[in-house]
């Protein structure tokens, strides 16, 4: 083990390409003077056309007025036309020798905004590009998502029920009524406005079997998942992407805890099993203000309207709109989580991504409402 001393010197050995010099002790601003003194001295006469090596591993102690002489130190070699280089340092020397170096530097000159088509094609290239990331980042979560699962089915001891439970609460409980309230206004409003149009071709009864089919098949869930994914999709990447600005998460990867365990997968679980039951609860309340307004609007009376919707629906309509409810949820808590882990040290880049998990979340929810459809329709179903 090398004993520190407060002894500074320089080192000057010859080899066949020109000079090692070697910094010995600590080149700090208590040995400075001394050192100052030393390399204005260094005779550097020989060395033109040849190289200096400058090995930095004897060095006990730097810090910034040391880096300054080391610096003074290469320039007086490459005055002298010799090349000079740095080798052999530790890694805390070498980050300020780095820092140093790139301090007072000047900004890159900003580049010529480019004529907009050229500006246009530009976006249209990064957006492509970020998407790619978007995609690839998304499936690397879920598949640390998948791993997490399996091995907690060999360990589900480890499973944290209490914060599932809690999330279940907040993301279902908490949720009925803005959106039983929302459905149900939607309900009204889908059967007034068919019921003014199908009056004109005396097919004013018809509205039950559109608003049935309307409300089971696409509606009720489609609406409750986008209000889930700007309700409690934004809510989940702000909580963890203030975990991160923190260094909570972090903190959790020192103590050997799984992030993917602790943070995502009960949020995941909760949102599978709480997204399907708020569809039913907002079908079935969109169901109920569309029958409302069809007996004030439309003279067809709860009994009718109940019969009527009876020979219309099948449990299979009411099974192809459920069906989406789990996959919808997986989308909605990946891009949620996946967006607060994105979220760096800034209160800007929290607000930015909270704002991205929820619009990619809502464009995704409907993307894949689109691929169900396509699929359930060349099913036949």
Not at 158 to 172: E, N, Y
Not at 273 to 289: E, N, R
Request: proline letters at 3%; hydrophobic letters at 50%.
């Amino acid at each position: 083990m090398a004993i520190e001393t407060d002894v500074a010197d320089l080192k000057v050995e010859a080899f066949d390409e020109g000079l090692v010099l070697t910094p010995l002790g600590p080149w700090t601003a208590q040995t400075g003077d001394g050192l100052e003194t030393r390399i204005d001295r260094l005779d550097l006469s020989g060395v033109s056309g040849r190289r200096v090596a400058i090995d930095m591993g004897e060095i006990e102690r730097l810090d910034t007025v040391g880096a300054l002489l080391l610096e003074r130190l290469r320039g007086a070699a490459e005055a002298a036309g010799a090349s000079s280089d740095f080798f052999d340092a530790r890694p805390q020397h070498e980050r300020l020798m780095t820092a140093l170096r790139e301090h007072g530097k000047e900004p890159p000159v900003a580049l010529k905004k480019p004529i907009w088509p050229v500006a246009f094609v530009e976006g249209i290239g990064r957006s492509v590009c970020e998407i790619g990331d978007d995609v690839s980042r998304g499936l690397g979560f879920l598949g640390a998502v998948v791993a997490v699962s399996g091995r907690l089915a060999l360990t589900p001891w480890r499973f944290r029920f209490t914060s599932t439970i809690h999330h279940l609460d907040r993301v279902g409980v908490g949720a009925v009524p803005i959106i039983a309230l929302i459905s149900f206004l939607v309900g009204a409003i889908v059967a007034q406005q068919s019921i003014f149009q199908l009056k004109n071709f005396g097919a004013t009864l018809f509205v039950v079997d559109l608003l049935g089919i309307l409300v089971l098949r696409e509606l009720g869930v489609l609406l409750t998942a986008i209000m889930i994914a700007g309700r409690s999709g934004s809510a989940f990447t702000a909580e963890i992407g203030s975990m991160k600005m923190r260094e909570e998460i972090d903190a959790l990867k020192t103590m050997g805890l799984d992030s993917i365990e602790i943070l995502a997968l009960p949020r995941l679980v909760a949102l599978v099993i709480a997204l399907p039951m708020l569809s039913f609860i907002a079908s079935m309340a969109a169901l109920l203000g569309g029958g409302l307004v069809a007996w004030v609007y439309g003279d067809i009376t709860p009994v009718t309207f109940l019969q009527r919707l009876k020979d219309a629906l099948t449990l299979q309509t009411f099974m192809v709109g459920l069906i989406k409810a789990p996959f919808m949820a997986i989308v909605i808590g990946l891009i949620a989580c996946t967006e607060g882990m994105k979220v760096e040290g800034s209160a800007e880049s929290l607000g930015s991504r909270t704002t991205a998990s929820v619009v990619k979340a809502i464009f995704v929810v409907i993307v894949l409402d689109g691929v169900f459809a396509m699929f359930f329709a060349g099913m036949g179903i």
